[in-house]
C-alpha cells in the first residue's frame, strides 16, 4: 500500500520560510507523481504544486510560483516544499497525495483520480 506522511509546519512570522517534507513508502516500481495541496480554514482545498517520479518535471499553480519549489530527494524517497516569505495567506493545512498518473497542480485533477494516496497533512500557520 502506499503511504505518505507531511512534516515541516509550524508557526512562522510573515517573511520567513518553511520546508515540509513528503515521505512516501510503497513506491517501488512505475510512474508517480506527487502533489502538494493546502486548505486554508473554511476554504476548499486547493492545488499548489506537483513534481513527477518519471523525469521530475514539476507544476505550479500561479499564486505560488515565485516562492514556492518543490523538489525531490529519490535517496531518501522525500519530496519537499520549499516556502519563502510567507504571508499570512498561506495559513492552511498542507497535504501531499501520490498517484500513478501524471503531474499537474489541479486539484480538480486529483480528486478524480481513482487510487491516489493522501496524507494527514500538517499545519503551517503565519503570523503577522
Known amino acids: 500500500e502506499v503511504q505518505v506522511v507531511e512534516s515541516g509546519g509550524g508557526l512562522v512570522q510573515a517573511g520567513g520560510s518553511l520546508r515540509l517534507a513528503c515521505v512516501a513508502s510503497?513506491?517501488?516500481?512505475?510512474?508517480?507523481?506527487i502533489g502538494w495541496f493546502r486548505q486554508a480554514p473554511g476554504k476548499e482545498r486547493e492545488g499548489v504544486s506537483c513534481i513527477s517520479s518519471r523525469d521530475g518535471s514539476t507544476d505550479y499553480a500561479d499564486s505560488v510560483k515565485g516562492r514556492f519549489t518543490i523538489s525531490s530527494d529519490d535517496a531518501k524517497n522525500t519530496v519537499y516544499l520549499q516556502i519563502d516569505n510567507l504571508k499570512p495567506e498561506d495559513t492552511a493545512v498542507y497535504y501531499c497525495?501520490?498517484?500513478?498518473?501524471?503531474?499537474?497542480?489541479?486539484?480538480?485533477?486529483?480528486?478524480?483520480?481513482?487510487?491516489?494516496?493522501w496524507g494527514q497533512g500538517t499545519q503551517v500557520t503565519v503570523s503577522s
Open positions: 497525495a501520490a498517484n500513478d498518473g501524471y503531474c499537474y497542480f489541479s486539484y480538480y485533477y486529483w480528486s478524480h483520480l481513482h487510487g491516489a494516496s
Open positions: 510503497g513506491l517501488t516500481f512505475g510512474n508517480y507523481a
